[in-house]
């Protein structure tokens, strides 16, 4: 029911700043997270508001990254500071309620030079 679309990735340098975008075309999503996936690495976890309001973040991005919900609702944001090479990924968001989840859209990608 509920279609995704990221959007804002490009190449920066070390310690720039990308703000990602996630559209929502749909309705029914009590939470939003954001996920990446590295070339020959397996897809994780990053950063998710869930139904209460609380947000939280992986380790390796907490107090670089930020989660900001748009207004109006309907759209979201990653807001990356301070970016590393390790951050470079194909970064894609997520969002469900209960039993049901959005597919994945097509993501948006992510480049990080030294």
């Known amino acids: 029911q509920v279609h995704l679309g990221e959007s804002g990735g490009g190449s920066v340098q070390a310690g720039g700043s990308l703000r990602l975008s996630c559209t929502m075309s749909?309705?029914?999503?009590?939470?939003m997270s954001w996920y990446r996936q590295a070339p020959g690495k397996e897809r994780e976890f990053v950063s998710e508001?869930?139904?209460?309001?609380?947000?939280t973040y992986r380790a390796s991005v907490e107090g670089r990254f930020t989660f900001q919900l748009g207004n109006p609702p309907n759209i979201f944001y990653l807001q990356m500071n301070s970016l590393e090479p390790e951050d470079t990924a194909m970064y894609y968001c997520?969002?469900?309620?209960?039993?049901?989840?959005?597919?994945w859209g097509q993501g948006t990608l992510v480049i990080v030079s030294s």
């Open positions: 997520k969002c469900g309620s209960g039993t049901y989840q959005a597919n």
């Open positions: 749909g309705y029914g999503c009590t939470y």
């Open positions: 508001l869930d139904r209460n309001g609380r947000t």
